[in-house]
Each structure stands twice: as structure tokens, then as C-alpha cells.
């Protein structure tokens, strides 16, 4: 699994329980697909059932069963997730937290009803997370794994999204602030914006609307302070914001290679029986999903 550096920082600051800037039960789109997805599954729970959700970031699937399916009991959920995270505002007593790697779980042997992943067990090793998977589940126990798929609209505007970062990243927009100690903010700031203008017209269409969202917080870093040092140091934050944000896309992007792997080792398990689907909005997938249940 990589360097968790990328989501800590990320979760310090998401105000929402995903990584998406968008609660799963909201509207009639792609979203409406996944949240009505687990609600199917949520289903399936019993009042004494222990849960795990791997990858759980501020609690999405909690925050999704308290708000769409208040009348469903469970014994005991355990949040995992090896970043940082703020843990959801309304989780009940019976709700845990634990920062930990997918493949060495903090979980005794067989103690586990249900276990969850939606967009995180294929950030880790397949092996190693799918073995410790089955470690954790109770004979009889079952897991449903929703994973990036690398056709998604996900996965499409993630790449689009990495490209223009690394437009403006390796743009000139950061380098000459840097060498200026004192003098003309108008300069840094004229500098700036020809640059911008520049890249929104010589890159491609499809980055316009990202490039425009980094333009928005350039300009934003450009005009916090008439101090060239202090709007040098503004621009400096933006730069590794940028440099951050494009890793923890390219962490997704990579992530949709990961599914493949989970679900051949998994199928080829004698302890467990797996069924995978794709979910679909007008044709086009969303996300890959493995159901499995131990024997």
C-alpha cells in the first residue's frame, strides 16, 4: 500500500465523509447507482453482526446506512483505513476507528460478519489484503468489495485531472515568485496571470475546467498579502497542494489495475465463493463489485 502522507493530508480538510465531494446518497446520477448498491447489501445485515468497512475514510458507508437505513442494527462496525481521518460527527458507542494497513489488521481471527470496501481494498497488496480477508471473516461470513474500474468516469476525469496538474505544476506560473525576494507584487502577479492564460489556451479542451479551479486558488494565494515573500510562501502551499492532489489521483488511476488480481486470487481460494459484476450508469461502468462468501 503506498505512503499514507497523501490522504492525511487530504482528510485534515474533505467536509464530506468521501473522497469525492459528494455523499453517495444525493441525487439520481452514478451516485444513485452506488448508494443504492449498498443499501442492498446493508440489507443482508443482522442486529448481532460485527462489520468491517476497509478503506473507510470519514465513514461514507456509515454516514449512508445511518442517514438511508436508520432502522438497521448491527453489533459492533469497525472503520479501517491507513490515513488519518476525522471520524464521522454521529457514529454511535458501537461504532471503532482503527489507522491500519489491510494486510495486518488489528481483527482476531473468525470475528467478522460482513465486511465492506467501497473505492479502498484495492489500494493494497491483493494478496496480502484478500488472505487477511478471509482471516477476519467467520465461516459463513461475506464480503462485498466495490473497486475502481478503469473505463469510470472516475478513473477518465482523474487522468484529465492529473494531466492539467501537471500542466501548471511544471509551469513557469511557480518559478519566478521564487526568485524574487522584494519588489513588484504587480510583476508576480501579471506574471501569473499571463501564465494562466497561456496554458488555457494552448492545453487541451478537456483541462480547461481544472486548470480554471488552479487558477482560482493561484489567484486567490496572489492577492492574500501585498508582501512578495508572504504571497512567494502562498504560492509555494498551492504548488505542493497541486503536487499532493495529482499523487492521490494517480494512487486511483493505478488502483483500477488491482481488481483483476483481487478477484482471480479470490476465485481460486477453496475456502470462498466469489461472483463479480460491473455497475453501470447509461452504459457506463462505475465500478467493479466482488461479492464473496466463506465456506
Same mark, same amino acid.
Given at each position: 500500500m503506498q505512503s499514507s502522507k497523501v490522504w492525511d493530508d487530504y482528510w485534515q480538510y474533505q467536509t464530506t465523509s468521501n473522497s469525492f465531494a459528494s455523499e453517495y446518497g444525493d441525487g439520481d446520477g452514478p451516485y444513485s447507482v452506488v448508494s443504492k448498491t449498498w443499501l442492498e447489501a446493508f440489507s443482508s445485515i443482522g442486529a448481532e453482526d460485527t462489520i468491517v468497512d476497509l478503506g473507510s475514510g470519514s465513514?461514507? $458507508? $456509515?454516514? $449512508?446506512?445511518?442517514?438511508?437505513s436508520p432502522a438497521t442494527k448491527f453489533h459492533r462496525w469497525i472503520n479501517v483505513d491507513y490515513a488519518n481521518v476525522k471520524p464521522l460527527a454521529n457514529a454511535g458507542a458501537n461504532v471503532e476507528w482503527q489507522k491500519a494497513n489491510f494486510t495486518r489488521l488489528d481483527i482476531e481471527d473468525g470475528m467478522v460478519d460482513r465486511v465492506f470496501s467501497m473505492f479502498g481494498f484495492e489500494y493494497a497488496d491483493p494478496k496480502k489484503a484478500s488472505l487477511e480477508l478471509l482471516r477476519v471473516l467467520k465461516t459463513d461470513g461475506e464480503a462485498a468489495l466495490m473497486c475502481h474500474h478503469p473505463d469510470s468516469i472516475i478513473t477518465k476525469q482523474s487522468k484529465i485531472s492529473i494531466a492539467a496538474h501537471r500542466t501548471i /505544476? /511544471?509551469? +513557469?506560473?511557480? +518559478?519566478?515568485?521564487? +526568485?524574487?525576494q522584494s519588489g513588484d507584487?504587480?510583476?508576480?502577479r501579471r506574471h501569473s496571470l499571463n501564465r494562466l492564460m497561456y496554458q488555457l489556451d494552448h492545453s487541451p479542451k478537456e483541462q480547461a475546467d481544472d486548470i480554471k479551479l488552479i487558477g482560482n486558488k493561484i489567484h486567490q494565494a496572489l492577492h492574500a498579502s501585498e508582501q512578495p515573500q508572504q504571497v512567494t510562501s502562498y504560492l509555494q502551499q498551492v504548488e505542493q497542494n497541486l503536487r499532493l492532489y495529482s499523487e492521490r489521483l494517480s494512487q486511483q488511476v493505478a488502483s483500477t489495475q488491482s481488481f483483476d488480481k483481487i478477484r482471480r486470487f479470490l476465485e481460486n481460494q477453496s475456502a470462498c465463493n466469489v461472483t463479480s459484476d460491473e455497475l453501470t450508469f447509461q452504459d457506463v461502468p462505475i465500478a467493479y463489485l466482488l461479492n464473496l462468501k466463506k465456506q
Open positions: 465513514g461514507a $458507508l $456509515l454516514n $449512508l446506512l445511518i442517514t438511508q /505544476s /511544471s509551469d +513557469k506560473i511557480f +518559478k519566478l515568485p521564487k +526568485k524574487v507584487i504587480a510583476m508576480i
